[in-house]
């Protein structure tokens, strides 16, 4: 009886000091959920504002935070083409698909990937750009899809819709951070989840994640939607329109 | 300043792509060509997609082929009769080129067709109007007529052949068949390559069937302005890729070009006129060789499929 009594106590004591451990919780909020286009669009910026909040009673970890946000926008499927010599000629030969790509990409960490955890530990949390959309236990079935892999990610890095940012997250307060997301001119329309992960000593403490989307408004909605749902007339219209830039033409230039 | 366009989905300069039309639009004035040749290749250069560039600048080119058919038409310069059967011959034309890029697209192999083609079209028209227009020029130094007149009774065998019918504004008495069949293989073209094809139709006519330049450009415009008209009704209607701001900007720019061109084609005599043009064809298609024979800096191209949208 007393060695029962005894093995329970142990065992509260062993829960009470495990659970303090994994008692951080992760707070994140985003400035915006709308990203609007209007005719004057040029790119846009949100903030991500976080919290780490722990536990009163847990005991103060030796290893620092790390918060790494990943933003994850709407997808394609991406096609990457290989051009190789053919005799005199160099033409498009290999092709690779990317289904369900995103076509927006952007890792945050407030330091570089590789001192917050280790490669293995980054491919399994889909952690920095070439992991970040890696399927979980996916094989490469070809050999040769890393570079086609590597061609994407640098094109589209090219363009901006691609970033990893390993300054990108700033702690306000060991607690408190912040992190800025950078929406290019170009970026496509539709939904953007955004994931932000707290690591410490390599391993995951919390986990969160909240979303926001990049809608057209106003006349650029009208317009785009004129297109799809009544094609016939807006293509009507243009051709009108266009017939009728012709003649005024004539009319405001006519001398003879 | 910066303008979004709606279907394209990106931000454009207003100052630059009014200033692009706007010179494109001056040659299109000047040569009677439709400019597509030269407005597509450049869109497509500031990343806007290659869809929504080839079905814009057919709404682009059918406004600014209007102005010009008007002033063609004051001008007593246009062709109606020969009009109305290059446009028959080149709605057939577009029907079996359409058919064509389809097939194309599904075996994968478009972008290396429409390279080659625009390599071999270019240079080889280029090459020939440029031979031709340098021959002329000697001639004329030498103190003979710059090309042999046309003599009563002689005429090249293809306007022999039967179905003669007399097009008095052109001064041709000819056979309506090479001239369809020309109409046909022109359409056929002009849908692969997404471009109205005055470019092929007004050397060809000049040089196969010896009507009087002027009439030419007039009547050039006329049937590019009818293809291209339903050309953008057409895209619109089967991939959605007009782009409507970007069509207008094109156009402001475009058919204020086109009045100075037209006004400066006065002041061009014929064998300078020609080798411009020359020049001007030839220059397309080296550039695109240039990006089919040197080898690339990023042999690697990203593209993103459409369909998923919405």
């Known amino acids: 009886m007393r060695r029962a009594a005894f093995a329970l106590a142990t065992a509260c004591l062993a829960v009470l000091a495990i659970v303090p451990a994994k008692a951080e919780t992760l707070i994140a909020a985003l400035s915006t959920h709308r990203i609007a286009i209007a005719s004057n669009f040029t790119g846009d910026q949100l903030a991500v504002f976080g919290l780490v909040e722990r536990d009163g009673r847990s005991v103060a970890r030796a290893d620092p935070y790390d918060i790494v946000v990943t933003v994850r926008g709407p997808q394609r499927m991406l096609i990457v083409r290989e051009k190789e010599r053919v005799g005199p000629l160099w033409i498009n030969r290999t092709q690779r698909r990317f289904p369900d790509r995103s076509i927006y990409l952007s890792v945050a960490t407030n330091r570089p990937i590789k001192e917050i955890l280790s490669d293995e530990a980054a491919r399994r949390d889909r952690i920095g750009l070439a992991n970040a959309q890696r399927t979980q236990g996916s094989f490469d079935f070809e050999f040769d899809i890393g570079r086609f892999r590597d061609a994407l990610i640098r094109t589209l890095e090219g363009k901006q819709l691609y970033s990893l940012d390993e300054r990108g997250v700033t702690f306000l307060s060991p607690a408190l951070f912040s992190s800025q997301i950078k929406i290019p001119a170009i970026a496509p329309t539709g939904p953007y989840e955004v994931e932000v992960l707290l690591y410490a000593g390599g391993s995951v403490l919390a986990r969160q994640t909240t979303n926001f989307e990049v809608v057209k408004t106003g006349a650029e909605q009208s317009l785009a939607s004129a297109a799809h749902d009544r094609p016939f007339l807006y293509g009507l219209a243009t051709a009108v329109l266009a017939l009728l830039f012709g003649w005024l033409a004539t009319v405001i230039f006519r001398r003879d | ?310």
């Not at chain 2, 429409?114 to 109007?129: E, H, N, W």
């Not at chain 2, 001639?139 to 007399?166: I, Q, T, V």
């Not at chain 2, 060809?204 to 050039?220: D, E, Q, W």
């Not at chain 2, 220059?283 to 369909?307: N, Q």
């Open chain 2, 1 to 310: 300043m910066q303008i979004y366009l709606p279907i394209a989905e990106l931000p454009i300069s207003i100052f630059l792509v009014l200033g692009l039309s706007g010179a494109v639009g001056f040659i299109s004035g000047l040569f009677g060509v439709g400019g597509g040749f030269l407005l597509t290749p450049l869109l497509i250069f500031l990343d806007i997609p290659p869809a929504v560039a080839v079905a814009t600048v057919a709404a682009q080119v059918a406004g600014s082929s209007m102005t010009g058919v008007l002033t063609y038409w004051r001008r007593n310069a246009l062709d109606f009769k020969l009009g109305g059967i290059l446009v028959t011959g080149g709605i057939f034309g577009t029907i079996m080129g359409v058919l064509f890029f389809n097939s194309m697209r599904r075996l994968g192999q478009l972008e290396l067709v429409i390279t080659l083609s625009y390599v071999t079209l270019f240079t080889c028209i280029g090459g020939l109007m440029l031979f031709d227009a340098v021959r002329a020029a000697l001639r004329d130094r030498r103190g003979k007529p710059a090309r042999r007149l046309r003599e009563a009774g002689s005429h090249p065998p293809w306007m022999g052949l039967p179905l003669r019918m007399r097009f008095p504004r052109s001064q041709l008495y000819a056979s309506v068949i090479p001239i369809a069949a020309l109409a046909v293989i022109i359409g056929f073209i002009g849908a692969v390559l997404g471009v109205g094809g005055g470019f092929m139709l007004v050397p060809a006519l000049i040089y196969f069937f010896r009507i009087p330049p002027a009439v030419v450009v007039g009547t050039s415009l006329f049937q590019i302005l009818v293809t291209m008209t339903g050309a953008t009704v057409l895209h619109a209607v089967t991939n959605q890729s007009v782009d409507i701001i970007l069509a207008m900007l094109l156009l402001v720019g475009g058919v204020i070009g086109a009045q100075f061109g037209g006004r400066a084609a006065r002041n061009l005599n014929v064998s300078s006129f020609r080798l411009l043009l020359a020049l001007l064809i030839l220059s397309v298609g080296l550039r695109f060789a240039v990006e089919l024979f040197l080898p690339p800096a990023e042999p690697y191209s990203v593209v993103v499929t459409e369909g998923a949208q919405r």
